[in-house]
């Protein structure tokens, strides 16, 4: 009985127990139920929130479909949270709403390219749980959040490629143990490297690359010992490469190309990075010798350390690189000009993978070895050229069948030219310029089918073009001036090469007549013939070449009449027929030219009227002298004027009036007489005086006035380039120069012109720098009359003036238009220019008078800084302030270009030159000089592009850059555009020291350079 009593109490008190556990278990599951559903909620809401920010996209997220099944979201099994937002390229635009903070469970964020603006939000500091972050290639902008370095999960992350600025917060290397990769690339960070970073012990990637980053590479980043990839190319680093680095072994990938970083590279380089990949050292200050234990890094397949000032012997062994596809070295002072500079050339015969070899612009000397001919079948580059090399092509070169481009130009080789080119048949450009190749040009050169380019100008080549060479149809330029060729040139020849867009043959023998079948080449755009034997008379049919801009055919035998088709070359911009035979009136149609801007018809037998309109408008656009026949025309040329019994008189021998002119032209030519006898006696007692300062500090040659004359046809017409506020530009050709000259002649009559000469040649003996326009010499003399000559000699810019392009009004214009690439140049060269001036001379020089038509464009769109005749040097001392402060009521610039306070008495300062300079930025964007009648009531060029900034820039861009981003489709383009507008609107504020600063507006310019080419590593 009491057994069962108790068995009965037992089951009584284990049914309670069960009662008990089922209540707990019942409201914990109540509970947890509750709080899902709670949390669950928050993320929905979170979701939602973050789409009213968004602009595009995302048609899904409704109510339809649970939240978890939106597009890009997805949710953990157990909680239904969100642990992952993911929407890639698809086209978003809006801002990141800080809702995204209560996403607690979120672990990865991935917005990667897409159009999203604004800032970041800190609130993704609060999700702690968030491991991958990637805003890559957006438009975000501002500071990078310091409370990311909260987010101690972190092992992603990503924010390169958008518009962040200041600095990178230190706080990221605390307590990110994990991180892995940190990528900021691509942005507008200032600032040093922090050196917290070497305490992210698990980075393998770091990723710093185009920002604006200054100061020394820290020591602390040699604590990462797993890193793999360090790039910090593009930023303004300078110091050397701390000793630190090389304890990284396991790095595979080293970018630290543009900076300014200096010293040599370490000799255990090669040892120090075994595992090594890459090595991108390109345009920085290093020098010193290549280390020799490079060859030991055996993957390496990329070596670049152009455009330093590396020196002595390439390594010879780098034939252990057997994995090595590319090797630049080209612009450093590598060699000694000598015998054996090109032993390694051996080696890279085991380097079976090398597609491109870039050696050029070195000093790279001796004979070039045939083993050049054995190199890798898979070279497609091979460029060895602007060095001292000497002997022959290898006969073999026809054995590197993969090769499309090959540059031996600007050196020493003789001999002939291989027959085995013609091997070559993937060959699009062959470059052997400015050499001392002889022989006859081979037939089978005829065989490169893909040949776009070919330059053979300034050789010994004779005989005649072959006709096989019509094979090469898709040619676009071919160069074979200045070399001893002949005979007549075959009609179906020229007939073959439809796609020609620039043929030059000048200085050369050709005979006969000149092919009528050039008109098959539509597309041509500069044709030079001249200083040939070509015979016969010009074809009507020039008149279809419809896209001709440039005809020379001077310094022939041509004859007959000038081809009235001519005048259906609309877009023709510069004509010389001068040095012919031709005969018969000048062709009325020439006036009708709207862009002829240059046309020579001098020394021919040309009868009749000379035109008064068009380019016969302006006497420094055309030159006819040589011609006894012609009449009429402007006044300024001094012609007699037409009547119609002219002709008679002519016929019957001399007329009273005749005879008249003779007797006045005896009395003239004795009175010269006379003249010149008195001035060569005072040229004894006056010698042409260079001044002294600049004779001591340049070693320049001495001209003459009378050489000056000759030098440009007695400042012709023709010659005349341009005229300034103190004179007038002439183009010439002196003995002592292989190429031609600018002629600066001052006008003396005008009171500032003696200072203008003193204050450039002071200037110009001071100065060197690639983006300036170098000095040749300079004359002060007394001409032919007596009177006071002064000149100065300049380097010759054949692409003209920066006006010219942008104003197709101004006498220099040019058909072909700018596009954004090559402004974005200029605008760097200038830039570079007004670097060295401000910050890198002994004496800081200010130019006062920056626009347009002072920056010149070399042959290679180069951009030079000129005219320093109102230039000042910034001794920086008390007299030299005063003394400006004096002068200041006389106003140094021009109109428009010219910063507020230089015309209310401010002294001459740097910021003066930058003002000048964004300016010139906002005419390149909007084609629109700042003295265009559109800037009055209160709008300028600078406010008109600030107020456009950055949603509405496409409304104030140029025709010619909104085409041009049409056609392309390119959103990347216009994100530069709107960054590029930035840096005008930046350096021309109304007061000076709120300026952006020239170093950084160089840093900024190359920033977006790389932007717009899609660079990275």
């Given amino acids: 009985m009491e057994k069962s009593s108790l068995k009965i109490d037992c089951i009584v008190h284990f049914s309670f127990l069960l009662c008990i556990v089922a209540v707990i278990t019942l409201v914990s599951t109540s509970f947890k139920l509750g709080m899902a559903a709670m949390g669950n909620e928050t993320d929905r809401l979170a979701l939602l929130a973050f789409k009213d920010q968004l602009v595009g996209g995302l048609l899904s997220w409704n109510a339809s479909l649970h939240f978890c099944e939106w597009q890009g979201v997805r949710c953990g099994r157990r909680h239904q949270r969100v642990i992952s937002l993911s929407l890639p390229a698809m086209n978003l635009g809006g801002s990141i709403s800080p809702s995204v903070g209560n996403l607690s469970f979120l672990r990865e964020a991935n917005l990667f390219n897409n ?9 993704f500091g609060q999700l702690r749980r ?43 290397g605390d307590d990110m143990k994990n991180l892995i ?13 922090p050196s917290s970073l070497g305490n992210l012990s698990s980075l393998e990637n770091l990723r710093l690359e185009h920002n604006h980053f200054e100061g020394v590479v820290p020591d602390s980043l040699g604590r990462l010992p797993n890193l ?23 790095l595979t990938h080293v970018s630290m190309g543009r900076n300014n970083l200096s010293g040599g590279l370490a000799p255990q380089l090669g040892f120090a990075f075994p595992n090594l990949v890459t090595l991108y050292l390109t345009e920085n200050q290093f020098n010193g010798r290549i280390p020799r234990s490079v060859s030991n890094v055996s993957g390496l397949n990329q070596l670049d350390i152009s455009s330093n000032g590396f020196s002595g012997l390439v390594p010879d062994d780098l034939g252990k690189l057997r994995n090595l596809l590319l090797f630049d070295v080209h612009d450093n002072d590598l060699g000694l000009g000598t015998e054996g500079d090109l032993d390694f050339l051996s080696s890279l015969r085991n380097c079976s993978r090398l597609q491109y070899l870039y050696i050029h612009a070195n000093r790279l000397g001796g004979m070039l070895p045939d083993t050049a001919a054995n190199l890798s079948a898979q070279l497609e580059d091979l460029y060895m050229g602007g060095n001292p090399i000497s002997g022959s092509i290898p006969q073999g070169i026809g054995n590197l069948y993969g090769l499309t481009n090959v540059y031996f130009g600007e050196s020493l080789l003789t001999g002939k030219l291989p027959v085995s080119i013609g091997q070559l048949q993937n060959l699009g450009q062959l470059d052997i310029s400015l050499n001392h190749l002889s022989g006859e040009i081979p037939s089978s050169i005829g065989n490169l089918s893909r040949l776009l380019y070919l330059y053979l100008n300034g050789n010994d080549f004779r005989g005649t073009i072959p006709s096989t060479l019509r094979g090469c149809k898709d040619m676009e330029e071919m160069d074979l001036s200045l070399n001893k060729l002949g005979g007549t040139i075959p009609d179906q020849l020229v007939a073959a090469f439809q796609s020609l867009i620039t043929l030059n043959l000048s200085h050369n023998s050709f005979n006969g007549t000149f092919p009528s079948d050039i008109r098959n080449s539509k597309n041509l755009v500069e044709l030079y013939v001249d200083n040939n034997n070509f015979s016969g008379e010009i074809s009507e049919q020039f008149g279809e070449i419809s896209e001709l801009k440039i005809l020379h055919m001077q310094g022939n035998y041509f004859q007959g009449s000038i081809p009235r088709s001519l005048g259906s070359l609309r877009g023709l911009e510069i004509l010389d027929l001068s040095g012919n035979n031709l005969s018969g009136p000048i062709p009325l149609e020439l006036q009708k030219l709207p862009f002829l801007v240059s046309l020579n018809l001098s020394f021919n037998q040309l009868e009749g009227e000379v035109p008064e309109e068009g380019v016969f408008k302006n006497i420094s656009g055309f030159a006819i002298i040589g011609n006894k026949d012609l009449c009429g025309g402007i006044p300024e040329i001094e012609l007699p004027k037409c009547f119609g019994k002219k002709a008679t008189e002519k016929r019957n021998g001399f007329s009273k009036k005749s ?18 006898v008195i001035l060569c006696w005072r040229k004894q007692s ?70 203008s000469f003193i204050a450039e040649c002071e200037v110009l003996r001071n100065i060197r720098h690639r983006n300036l326009v170098k000095l040749i010499t300079c004359c002060s003399s007394i001409n032919f009359q007596g009177n006071d000559f002064k000149a100065i000699v300049l380097e010759f810019m054949a692409n003209g003036s920066l006006e010219s392009w942008l104003h197709h009004d101004h006498g220099e214009g040019h058909s072909r238009q700018l596009d954004f690439a090559e402004m974005l140049n200029i605008a760097i060269d200038m830039a570079n220019a007004i670097d060295y001036l401000h910050r890198h001379c002994r004496t800081p020089i200010v130019h006062r008078d920056l626009k347009p038509s002072n920056v010149l464009l070399d042959d290679d769109m180069v951009a030079h800084v000129s005219d320093f005749g109102m230039a000042k040097l910034l001794f920086c001392t008390a007299g030299d ?35 000048s300079y964004g300016i010139i930025i906002l005419e390149m964007i909007t084609g629109k000089r700042p003295t265009d009648d559109m800037f009055k009531d209160g709008i300028s060029l600078h406010s008109l592009c600030k107020m456009a900034l950055p949603e509405q820039v496409e409304e104030i861009l140029d025709s010619r850059l909104l085409g041009e981003i ?52």
Wanted: proline share 4%; net charge negative; hydrophobic share 40%.
């Fill in 228 to 250: 793999k990839i360090f790039s910090i190319q593009e930023n303004n680093l300078s110091g050397i490469i701390p000793s630190s680095i090389y304890n990284l072994s396991s």
């Fill in 130 to 172: 968030l491991r991958s972050l990637n805003l890559n290639r957006n438009n975000l902008y501002g500071n990078i959040p310091m409370e990311l370095g909260n987010c101690s999960s972190f092992v992603f992350l990503n924010l390169s490629y958008n518009s962040l600025s200041g600095e990178l917060p230190s706080g990221l």
């Fill in 686 to 755: 006056q010698k042409e005086m260079i001044p002294l300062s600049l004779r001591q500090q340049v070693s320049l040659f001495q001209v003459s006035y009378k050489e000056l004359v000759e030098a440009t046809n007695g400042f012709s017409a023709l010659n005349f380039l341009g005229k300034g506020s103190f004179g007038s530009v002439y183009k010439g050709f002196l003995n002592q120069q292989e190429n031609p000259v600018a002629v600066k002649v001052l006008n003396l009559e005008n009171l500032g012109a003696v200072k």
């Fill in 115 to 123: 159009s999203l603006k604004g800032n970041i939000p800190s609130e």
């Fill in 966 to 1017: 049409n056609e392309r489709g390119d959103q990347n383009m216009l994100d530069c555009l709107v960054w590029f507008t930035n840096v005008g609107v930046a350096c021309s504020v109304e007061v000076p020291d709120k300026r952006m600063k020239i170093e950084d507006v160089v840093a900024e310019l190359v920033a977006i350079k790389a932007r717009l080419h899609g660079i990275h590593v």
């Fill in 659 to 676: 005879i008249v002119v003779i007797i006045i032209s005896l009395s003239l030519a004795l009175i010269s007489v006379a003249f010149i």
């Fill in 181 to 193: 990769t940190l990528s900021v690339a691509g942005n507008d960070l200032v600032g040093g490297i």
């Fill in 881 to 915: 302030l005063d003394n400006e402060q004096t002068t200041s009521l006389v106003i140094k610039g021009t109109i428009g270009y010219l910063a507020p306070e230089c015309g209310m008495g401010d002294p001459t300062s740097p910021e003066g030159d930058i003002y």
